[in-house]
């Protein structure tokens, strides 16, 4: 049974970091390429960060470059996004996403919530 369970997520304060994590079971991690997207009420998800499989090069999107850092961890089927200087317009829900040709696996996602 495929699973993507994220954790990490919470209250911070603007400027504050957190931590997420996906913790993959049921497929062949290593395989995959690996992304977090983000979907804020009233918005359309929208992709935050990429990772590749074998060389793990990775993407971001423009709003995140600088702050996010996506990696991975083949060994214990983990991928993390870390998360430096949030701002209040970073308040999303934060879901991993895994992807091999037509292999799609979603997780349910966990709340980001940036507030003073």
């Known amino acids: 049974q495929v699973q993507l369970v994220e954790s990490g997520g919470g209250l911070v304060q603007p400027g504050g970091s957190l931590r997420l994590s996906c913790a993959a079971s049921?497929?062949?991690?290593?395989?995959?390429?690996m992304s977090w997207y983000r979907q804020a009420p009233g918005k359309e998800r929208e992709l935050v960060a990429a990772v590749s499989s074998t060389v793990s090069s990775t993407n971001y999107a423009d709003s995140v470059k600088g702050r996010f850092t996506i990696s991975r961890d083949d060994a214990k089927n983990t991928v993390y996004l870390q998360m430096n200087s949030l701002k209040p317009e970073d308040t999303a829900v934060y879901c991993c996403?895994?992807?091999?040709?037509?292999?799609?696996?979603w997780g349910q996602g966990t709340q980001v919530t940036v507030s003073s």
């Open positions: 996403h895994a992807t091999w040709y037509e292999n799609n696996y």
């Open positions: 049921g497929f062949t991690f290593r395989w995959y390429a």
